[in-house]
Structures are given as structure tokens and as C-alpha cells.
């Protein structure tokens, strides 16, 4: 059950208006790493949890969390929409004519389809994308990527906060960075203290055969460039992560197999192929005789 309280986690007021910065907060509502996918995110890791207690508790009040984040960022974006100039304006016509063209660097469906309100887009515009969510069942698996999600989201939020001036855009991104950066060390935290537990473990998942691998190739950094700098660290040589083994440097890639002869799919696919088209006709029409019989 979602109950909706009708208050914000923290205070989602600008200064004053500007659409064009409207457009870019929209990258972290609406993008790849934004709130609108961690709130997913961690809501379908909750949902399909198999595992009940702390960890699924934490991906609830997390997930929730991150729904009130969404709605901070889409009331600060109809705030900064709310008084700004609908059209092209005279001044950013003479100072950048290119600007001018996007109608000052707006996203005009801002107007057009929302009414001066946010919009579940990226800042180019591009729809969100359930694709862009991590939810295997695994939770070691999935804390690393929640792990990664919070710090892609913190870089591009520290970015935006350093293009505005505005005092109040700044106090509310300010205090989205404090969450990220509590969220990054939650997500590291759960990730240790789950393989501490023996729920799972690294190589993930861990209770995979491992003697099913191929173990000789298992701690191999085979070098695929012709870089000369990789065997310096610590994945070339000495003991691996997961303890069960040593890393090894090979600078060059070993001598590969032969491919295999190219396929040659149903003619009624029509499909170009190394038999004259002739032939391929002929193959077809015998298929459908055969399938009619």
C-alpha cells in the first residue's frame, strides 16, 4: 500500500524562474541515473526480494525515499517553469541566434504538452525508459548497480550544481547530494555486510559450480591493446578478490579458433546467401509443397 503525504522531504523553491535550466534539471528526474530510475529500481528489487527482513526493509524505505525525490525535482521544474517566457525572446535572438532556433534552449514540449510542468524525459527530451532499471533477484548483484546508480547520479547533480546561481536550486540540490552520498555508503554497506552474512558472495552468483568454469582462464588479464600499463595493477598479479585464486598477466591474446562456416537460414526468409537465387527459390517453393502435404 502507497500512502501519499502532501509535503516535501525538503524545501524545492528557486528564485526565479528559467526554463532553460528546467531542461537540464530534467536529466536527474527523467535520465538513465535519475530519481525516476532509482525509485523503480529499488522498488522492483523490494518486490522481487526472496530474501524477508533488513535487507528487503531497506530497499522499501530507500525506494520510497526516492519517490519523494521525484517529486522534489518535478516541483522545482514547474516552479522554474512557472513565470518564464513562453516564446523566443528578443534578447536571446541577438546573443545566440542558434539558442534562439530551440527557443532559448527550452524544451518546448515543456509548453506544448505539460503546461509549464516537468515531465518524465531525460534533458534531450527522450522519454524514461524502464530499461534502465536493475532489479535481477540477486542483491549482491543488485547493490553493486544501486551502488553505481548514486554515484552516476551524484556526479551528474554536482555538475548541475555548478551551472545555476540560484540560491534555492542550489539549497535543494545541495541537500540531494547529502542523500547520494549516504545512499553510495548504504549500498556499499549492504553489499558487505551481505557477503559477511553468506547470503552471497564474489564471484557472483557464488553458488554456481565454480568447477563448471573454464578455471583456467578464470584469473587471466588477457591484454587486448597495445597499451603497455596494464600489468601494474593490482588485477595483473597477486591474490584475487574473491580468494580463490591468483591473477595473471598475459600480454597478448592466445591464437583463436576458426569460425565457424557462415549459417544458411529458411529461404522464405529471404535472407542473401553464397546459393544462386535460383536455387534458393526453388528451396522455398519445396518447403511450402512439403508444409501443404
Known amino acids: 500500500m502507497f500512502f501519499h503525504r502532501q509535503e516535501l522531504q525538503f524545501k524545492a523553491t528557486p528564485d526565479k524562474p528559467d526554463a532553460v535550466y528546467a531542461r537540464k534539471l530534467q536529466e536527474v528526474l527523467g535520465g538513465q541515473y535519475g530519481e525516476i530510475t532509482v525509485a523503480m529500481q529499488y522498488g522492483f528489487q523490494s518486490w522481487n526480494t526472496h530474501l524477508p527482513g533488513k535487507y528487503r526493509d531497506l530497499l522499501y524505505g530507500i525506494g520510497a525515499e526516492e519517490f519523494g525525490h521525484v517529486e522534489m525535482l518535478a516541483t522545482m521544474i514547474a516552479q522554474l517553469l512557472e513565470k518564464a517566457p513562453i516564446g523566443i525572446t528578443e534578447e536571446a535572438v541577438q546573443n545566440d541566434p542558434t539558442i534562439a532556433a530551440v527557443v532559448g534552449g527550452t524544451d518546448v514540449q515543456h509548453a506544448i504538452v505539460a503546461g509549464a510542468g516537468a515531465r518524465p524525459v531525460d534533458s534531450n527530451g527522450n522519454p524514461w525508459s524502464a530499461g534502465y532499471i536493475t532489479a535481477s533477484g540477486n542483491l549482491l548483484a543488485d547493490f553493486q548497480a544501486n551502488a553505481n546508480a548514486e554515484m552516476q547520479g551524484r556526479v551528474q547533480v554536482a555538475r548541475l550544481y555548478h551551472m545555476t546561481d540560484d540560491s534555492g536550486v542550489r539549497d535543494m540540490l545541495a541537500f540531494l547530494l547529502a542523500r547520494d552520498t549516504m545512499h553510495q555508503n548504504q549500498w556499499i554497506a549492504a553489499a558487505r555486510e551481505l557477503q559477511e552474512e ?64 557462415p549459417t544458411q537460414p529458411d529461404p522464405r526468409l529471404y535472407g542473401t546467401t553464397a546459393k544462386p537465387n535460383p536455387v534458393e527459390k526453388a528451396a522455398g517453393k519445396l518447403k511450402d509443397t512439403f508444409k501443404s502435404e
Open 198 to 261: 553468506g547470503f552471497e558472495g564474489i564471484p557472483t552468483p557464488s553458488n554456481f559450480p565454480i568447477g563448471q568454469e573454464h578455471r583456467e582462464v578464470s584469473y587471466q588479464y588477457i591484454n587486448f591493446s597495445n597499451g603497455t600499463d596494464a600489468d601494474k595493477g593490482s588485477w595483473a598479479s597477486g591474490p584475487t578478490p574473491d580468494g580463490l585464486g591468483e591473477f595473471t598477466y598475459v600480454a597478448e591474446p592466445p591464437a583463436g579458433v576458426p569460425m565457424p562456416p
